[in-house]
């Protein structure tokens, strides 16, 4: 059974730092390219980075270019979300997701991904 479970969240002031991490189990990792997302109250879930299976290449929307790092770390199934100098527009429930390594599509497409955290809140105040 596949399980991902999501941890880190929190409640933050403008400013602060955060690391989510992601704990996969139930199939095998290392044939999955990761990817952490994001969805605001009435707003659309959209992609915050991804990393390929090898973690050499990221991808990150450019509203947290700067600021934010993914990696992960293959022995322990686990991708994980460094989360700096956070702002207000950060808040949001961050959910992790694994897509099959070499199917095709942009990082951030939704569809591409198989397998979905339950997420965890992130609230940034200002």
């Known amino acids: 059974q596949v399980q991902m479970v999501e941890s880190g969240g929190g409640s933050v002031q403008a400013g602060g730092s955060l690391r989510l991490s992601c704990a996969a189990s139930?199939?095998?990792?290392?044939?999955?390219?990761m990817g952490w997302f994001r969805q605001a109250p009435g707003k659309e879930r959209e992609g915050v980075a991804a990393?390929?299976?090898?973690?050499?290449?990221?991808y990150y929307a450019d509203s947290v270019k700067g600021r934010f790092t993914i990696s992960q770390d293959n022995a322990k199934n686990t991708v994980y979300l460094q989360m700096n100098s956070l702002k207000p527009e950060d808040t949001a429930m961050y959910y992790c997701?694994?897509?099959?390594?070499?199917?095709?599509?942009?990082?951030?497409?939704?569809?591409?991904?198989?397998?979905w955290g339950q997420g965890t809140q992130v609230t940034v105040s200002s």
């Open positions: 997701a694994a897509a099959p390594d070499g199917y095709g599509g942009r990082w951030d497409w939704t569809p591409r991904y198989r397998y």
């Open positions: 139930g199939y095998t990792y290392n044939r999955y390219f």
């Open positions: 990393i390929n299976t090898a973690g050499v290449i990221t």
